[in-house]
């Protein structure tokens, strides 16, 4: 059993890398081997709509033909049990990288045909773990659902199972008062980050027990 996480937080010790981990932890708990790619140390680009995938007895059909730091990564993917996809939402979607990844993984696979199908070799358990800094009663009027139920139908389609963790209102800065952020209540921030932080990094950790358990 492999399990792959990826990190698409520019930071590699904060709220997004902490819940992969622990997603990790979890896997690792059951016997799987894991692995942890952070995209801001790649050197790699989105899409580049030269549609080698979808050409008709190309070398690369079914397969992203660009050739970077990424395609290590996809092609690691693949031979996979579990990817777990993880970003913060930055101005009310992932983060460059991470939709630059999922450009290059998500489109290869899908088949320009009617019903859309998926050209991905199996049916492996899949998963987007996003932080955001607003609390859940404020992402219907974000517009963030329609966001989130959109990458889990992509992910679902490829890979056959999906599912979300979301990790709301967190702490965002490590020291408030050297930022201008009076929008926020640092100190309603910190008693979150100390008693429901611990709870999604537990639903991390048992989401990876599942995934290697399956």
Same mark, same amino acid.
């Given at each position: 059993?492999?399990?792959?996480?990826?990190?698409?937080?520019?930071?590699?010790?904060?709220?997004?890398?902490?819940?992969?981990?622990?997603?990790?932890?979890?896997?690792?708990?059951?016997?799987?081997?894991?692995?942890?790619?952070?995209?801001?140390?790649?050197?790699?680009?989105?899409?580049?709509?030269?549609?080698?995938?979808?050409?008709?007895?190309?070398?690369?059909?079914?397969?992203?033909?660009?050739?970077?730091?990424?395609?290590?990564?996809?092609?690691?993917?693949?031979?996979?049990?579990?990817?777990?996809?993880?970003?913060?939402? %930055? *101005?009310?979607?992932?983060? &460059? @990288?991470?939709? #630059? /990844?999922?450009?290059?993984?998500?489109?290869?696979?899908?088949? !320009?045909?009617?019903?859309?199908?998926?050209?991905?070799?199996?049916?492996?358990?899949?998963?987007?773990?996003?932080?955001?800094?607003?609390?859940?009663?404020?992402?219907?009027?974000?517009?963030?659902?329609?966001?989130?139920?959109?990458?889990?139908? %992509? *992910?679902?389609?490829?890979? &056959? @199972?999906?599912? #979300? /963790?979301?990790?709301?209102?967190?702490?965002?800065?490590?020291? !408030?008062?050297?930022?201008?952020?009076?929008?926020?209540?640092?100190?309603?921030?910190?008693?979150?980050?100390?008693?429901?932080?611990?709870?999604?990094?537990?639903?991390?950790?048992?989401?990876?027990?599942?995934?290697?358990?399956?």
């Amino acid at each position: 059993m492999m399990i792959i996480a990826v990190n698409g937080s520019p930071r590699k010790k904060w709220n997004t890398a902490t819940l992969l981990k622990k997603v990790l932890e979890g896997a690792e708990s059951q016997g799987a081997e894991t692995e942890l790619v952070n995209l801001y140390d790649l050197n790699f680009t989105g899409c580049k709509s030269c549609f080698s995938c979808k050409t008709k007895g190309s070398k690369s059909y079914g397969r992203c033909a660009v050739k970077d730091d990424l395609t290590p990564i996809l092609e690691r993917i693949e031979e996979a049990d579990a990817v777990i996809l993880g970003s913060p939402i %930055y *101005l009310g979607t992932v983060t &460059g @990288e991470m939709r #630059s /990844l999922m450009e290059r993984l998500i489109f290869p696979y899908l088949t !320009y045909t009617d019903p859309i199908q998926s050209l991905f070799k199996k049916k492996i358990h899949s998963a987007f773990i996003y932080t955001m800094n607003i609390a859940e009663e404020q992402i219907e009027e974000y517009g963030y659902t329609t966001h989130f139920n959109t990458n889990e139908n %992509y *992910l679902r389609l490829i890979f &056959g @199972e999906a599912e #979300s /963790l979301f990790s709301y209102d967190t702490y965002q800065f490590k020291d !408030y008062s050297k930022v201008l952020a009076d929008r926020f209540d640092e100190k309603k921030k910190a008693e979150r980050r100390k008693e429901v932080f611990p709870e999604d990094c537990q639903k991390a950790f048992e989401m990876g027990a599942r995934f290697a358990q399956k």
